[in-house]
Nanobody
Framework: QVQLVESGGGLVQDGGSLRLSCAAS????????MGWYRQAPGKQRELVAR???????NYADSVKGRSTISLDNAKKTVYLQMNSLKPEDTAVYYC???????????????WGQGTQVTVSS
């Protein structure tokens, strides 16, 4: 089994910063991508940032220039540094990973349980 455990969410003021972490554990042979999505009340889940195993990154336009995604391969942990946070960044943030458990397995999509980020005005 594979588990994704997020941490780092919380309450922050407008203009503040947060760093989210997501650690993958379990039977992991390799991963294809790791990233962060978010879902605000009444809205669909959307991509925030994603990084591939080759280091390619892509960001949602709404966070570009304010956020940085990084990956520690040895720790199987992905980070999302968010700066200049705005009230509209308030959402539950979910870690996502495409992981292959064994060399003979196909890549499967895994989700963390989510961590709340609240930005007060």
């Amino acid at each position: 089994q594979v588990q994704l455990v997020e941490s780092g969410g919380g309450l922050v003021q407008d203009g503040g910063s947060l760093r989210l972490s997501c650690a993958a554990s379990g039977t992991i042979f390799s991963f294809n991508t790791m990233g962060w999505y978010r879902q605000a009340p009444g809205k669909q889940r959307e991509l925030v940032a994603r990084i591939t195993n080759t280091g390619s990154r892509n960001y949602a336009d709404s966070v570009k220039g304010r956020s940085t995604i990084s990956l520690d391969n040895a720790k199987k942990t992905v980070y999302l540094q968010m700066n200049s946070l705005k009230p509209e960044d308030t959402a539950v943030y979910y870690c996502n990973a495409e992981i292959r458990m064994r060399i003979t397995s196909t890549f499967r999509n895994y989700w963390g349980q989510g961590t709340q980020v609240t930005v007060s005005s």
